[in-house]
């Protein structure tokens, strides 16, 4: 019976063993701590108001609950993330005739720069751009929110794997 047991256990104890971090359900390797997200800059040529302070939050919500790092604004934080917002267009994708357009493309690029104080060779700096489509007879301010909720979305997943999946 008591080998039994050690038999059960010991896969148990030397799994608990190999890892060198915390991991999570969602493939997050997170070593440190803490974390500074900075508010990101709004560069684009096309300025929304709301979008620097709504797409921050959104990867600051992302990271925060998929990694439980503690949110800091000092200096010394185990993660550091800036950013600046440097394109907010809006393209003709579709066209039914050479005058009639179809779709719109609306697309958000963000340069961000990632610094892990603790494995400087996972810092990164890369810009990270997604689109959505829109029907060409709808109005983009009506359906901007929804659109900027699915782009940042998208943006945030590839950030937060960017940053603690390493894909």
Same mark, same amino acid.
């Given at each position: 019976?008591?080998?039994?047991?050690?038999?059960?256990?010991?896969?148990?104890?030397?799994?608990?063993?190999?890892?060198?971090?915390?991991?999570?359900?969602?493939?997050?390797?997170?070593?440190?701590?803490?974390?500074?997200?900075?508010?990101?800059?709004?560069?684009?040529?096309?300025?929304?108001?709301?979008?620097?302070?709504?797409?921050?939050?959104?990867?600051?919500?992302?990271?925060?609950?998929?990694?439980?790092?503690?949110?800091?604004?000092?200096?010394? *934080?185990?993660?550091?993330?800036?950013? *600046?917002?440097?394109?907010?267009?809006?393209?003709?994708?579709?066209?039914?005739?050479?005058?009639? !357009?179809?779709?719109?493309?609306?697309?958000?690029?963000?340069?961000?720069?990632?610094?892990?104080?603790?494995?400087?060779? !996972?810092?990164?700096?890369?810009?990270?751009?997604?689109?959505?489509?829109?029907?060409?007879?709808?109005?983009?301010?009506?359906?901007?929110? *929804?659109?900027?909720?699915?782009?940042?979305?998208?943006?945030?997943?590839?950030?937060?794997?960017?940053?603690?999946?390493?894909?």
């Amino acid at each position: 019976m008591r080998f039994k047991l050690f038999l059960f256990l010991l896969p148990v104890y030397l799994l608990s063993l190999s890892g060198c971090g915390i991991y999570s359900f969602t493939g997050a390797s997170v070593e440190g701590k803490t974390i500074n997200i900075h508010m990101f800059d709004n560069k684009a040529r096309n300025v929304v108001p709301s979008l620097s302070s709504t797409l921050t939050e959104m990867i600051r919500t992302r990271i925060l609950s998929q990694t439980g790092l503690e949110p800091t604004t000092k200096d010394d *934080a185990d993660y550091d993330m800036t950013g *600046a917002i440097t394109a907010y267009d809006v393209t003709v994708t579709g066209a039914q005739s050479v005058q009639v !357009a179809s779709k719109n493309r609306l697309t958000i690029s963000l340069q961000i720069t990632f610094k892990n104080r603790l494995n400087d060779k !996972a810092s990164f700096s890369q810009t990270f751009t997604h689109f959505s489509d829109f029907d060409a007879s709808q109005i983009l301010q009506n359906v901007q929110t *929804a659109l900027i909720t699915d782009i940042g979305t998208q943006l945030s997943d590839d950030i937060f794997n960017k940053a603690f999946v390493n894909w």
